[in-house]
């Protein structure tokens, strides 16, 4: 079992807060507990982003809820009504992210006893902004997770079976039912990655004079994902149309299985220059994958022209001939970036390689 950052920091807002609540001789402090697990969040900057946010909307549940009961009492469709109102006010204002600590604290403030009404229900707000706060304390205070070097090994291993499988299926040696499987795992690994990028990207920077290093990573990154994604294309149009390649002439079959070894390889030493764990390309191999995109346009107009396979084969075969030569430009704009942020920024990249499983 691995534990998370996040994990650890709601263990320890949510000890804070009942300690707090304890403190104070506030009951029952375990309503601070559940406020301080709904208000984690995973980074300073998405911390910071939604304290205000949190405060507004428990504000407006905790209004909505004292007004009600005070009019219409503390039957079960009077929370229901007002529960509908909380979320339906908080889908107005974008805050989404809120709605299911702010509908906890209109439920909780509702079911406060009748008698002493509002001290019981001012308490129970009380508690609920303790968890907030403690949270909040939390996220400022705790080691940020290491979102750059979380996300480079997610590309880095979600590339390691995307290549594996190219391969395979460029041999005619994959296992369908298997990889079929595994596209559905790295499909949910690809949404996983862009999430991370948006963490990584709205990470904020206190040292002004990392920041221009790091809008140059964050374009970096993009591009890391954009390619693993037309990697990920190539492999389902294998897939989908590996009978038809198979009716190709050989000579074709073994320029697209040496074309895509090329490139695999080549976005396998780019991911790894980026760790620092090759050296720098040659423009020998930079022009030799240059002129792989040229002769496979040549080969397969060749063959187009001269009428080698049939028209509904050809069919099949156009989406794989264009997104290998997308794949190469892809690589080529990565292979800058990388090259580029190595000339200007020749220490700041922080990732450390990790042994990671495709999730």
């Known amino acids: 079992m691995k534990l998370g950052a996040r994990i650890l920091k709601t263990g320890v807002a949510i000890t804070i807060a009942l300690y707090i609540a304890m403190w104070l001789g506030l009951n029952p402090p375990t309503y601070a507990a559940i406020a301080a697990t709904f208000a984690v969040q995973p980074s300073i900057y998405k911390s910071v982003e ?46 989404e992210d809120i709605i299911p600590l702010a509908v906890v604290t209109s439920i909780i403030i509702m079911m406060s006893p009748s008698d002493a009404f509002l001290a019981f229900a001012l308490e129970r707000f009380s508690l609920i902004m303790i968890g907030v706060l403690s949270s909040f304390g939390v996220n400022m205070l705790f080691l940020p997770p290491k979102h750059e070097t979380q996300l480079y090994n997610k590309i ?102 040496q074309q895509l070894d090329d490139l695999t390889n080549f976005h396998d030493r780019i991911l790894l220059k980026y760790a620092g764990k090759v050296r720098q390309e040659s423009e020998e191999l930079y022009e030799d994958v240059n002129e792989d995109k040229q002769q496979l346009a040549d080969v397969f107009l060749n063959y187009y022209d001269d009428q080698m396979a049939t028209r509904s084969e050809w069919v099949h075969v156009f989406p794989v001939i264009a997104l290998i030569i ?8 990565l292979d800058r970036l990388v090259g580029g942020f190595f000339t200007y920024h020749t220490t700041e990249n922080e990732v450390e390689l990790e042994d990671d499983r495709m999730d």
């Open 156 to 257: 880095v291993n979600a590339n390691d079976y995307i290549v594996q499988w190219i391969r395979l299926l460029t041999r005619h040696e994959a296992d369908y039912q298997t990889l079929n499987q595994d596209i559905s795992k790295l499909n949910e690994s690809i949404v996983k990655m862009d999430n991370l990028f948006l963490l990584y990207r709205d990470e904020r920077n206190y040292v002004k004079k990392n920041a221009y290093s790091k809008m140059r990573k964050v374009v970096l990154f993009r591009q890391m994902i954009r390619t693993s994604k037309k990697a990920m294309d190539i492999l389902e149009t294998l897939s989908k149309h590996e009978n038809s390649l198979q009716q190709l002439p050989d000579s074709l079959q073994d320029l697209l299985q």
């Open 50 to 95: 939604t304290i205000f946010n949190h405060i507004q909307a428990n504000v407006i549940s905790a209004i909505l809820a004292i007004t009600f009961v005070l009019l219409f009492g503390q039957e079960p469709f009077v929370v229901g009504v007002v529960v509908i109102l909380v979320i339906g006010i908080n889908l107005r204002l974008n805050k």
């Open 326 to 333: 997308e794949y190469n430009e892809e690589l080529e704009h």
